[in-house]
């Protein structure tokens, strides 16, 4: 379901510009706010037994986070750092459930929200469960091209760069970043598709679309 935020909530949210290395909230604190990402790069991140950061995943502009934990009595389950200079919207707890309290067109429109992401939280479920690494690889890569409109490029074999490590592409996908490696080369041998540093080039998009269960 494609959303657009900043045009259901206008008025409600408070524009502002962050700088990089910012914090915008930290692990375990009281969830008050949510994000509409309007330019930039934002990063989720937890602490692994070690005390470092592992980036749970990327926030790229016009996506929304945090939005599922305001509605709830908890704690951030994630940090989120601003990568690079970034644009912002945040949107207040109290003023939005306040909204929500005296306008039911808006009560509906996050219900819808919640819902998909209810379904996505299904999908998922389903694919770390029935599909190997190798297939919840392809669906990542199809997932990528399409979010960032790579479709043409993709359909020419012609080749592209991706924004994110080998390692946070680990974490989407369930696994580490030796096996992932290994499906990569999987896939090369496969015919489907070539990695090179953050360079991809697909092969074959049928094959692509076909292993990832499309």
């Known amino acids: 379901m494609q959303v657009n935020w900043q045009e ?4 409600y949210g408070h524009e502002r510009v962050v700088s990089q290395g910012e914090v915008l909230f930290h692990i375990d604190e009281d969830a008050s706010i949510f994000y509409l990402l309007l330019s930039g790069e934002v990063s989720l991140f937890k602490l692994n037994q070690d005390g470092k950061e592992t980036v749970i995943r990327r926030v790229l502009p016009s996506e929304v986070f945090a939005e599922v934990m305001v509605f709830t009595d908890s704690k951030y389950p994630v940090g989120a750092m601003v990568v690079k200079e970034s644009k912002v919207i945040e949107y207040s707890k109290r003023e939005i459930l306040q909204a929500i309290r005296e306008n039911s067109e808006l009560s509906m429109f996050f219900i819808k929200v919640l819902s998909q992401r209810c379904l996505m939280l299904n999908e998922k479920i389903y694919q770390f469960s029935l599909q190997d690494v190798s297939s919840r690889l392809a669906g990542f890569i199809l ?6 409109d790579l479709l043409e490029k ?7 760069e991706m ?18 490696s290994r499906n990569f080369q999987k896939l090369h041998q496969l015919g489907v598709l070539k990695v090179f540093g953050k360079t991809v080039v697909v092969q074959d998009y049928d094959k692509l679309v076909e292993l990832a269960g499309g």
């Open 143 to 148: 997932k990528y091209i399409n979010d960032n």
């Open 8 to 11: 259901k909530l206008a008025g």
């Open 163 to 180: 924004s994110i490590s080998k390692k946070e592409i680990a974490n989407f996908v369930g696994t580490v970043p030796e096996t992932l």
């Open 154 to 160: 993709a359909e020419l074999s012609e080749q592209f």
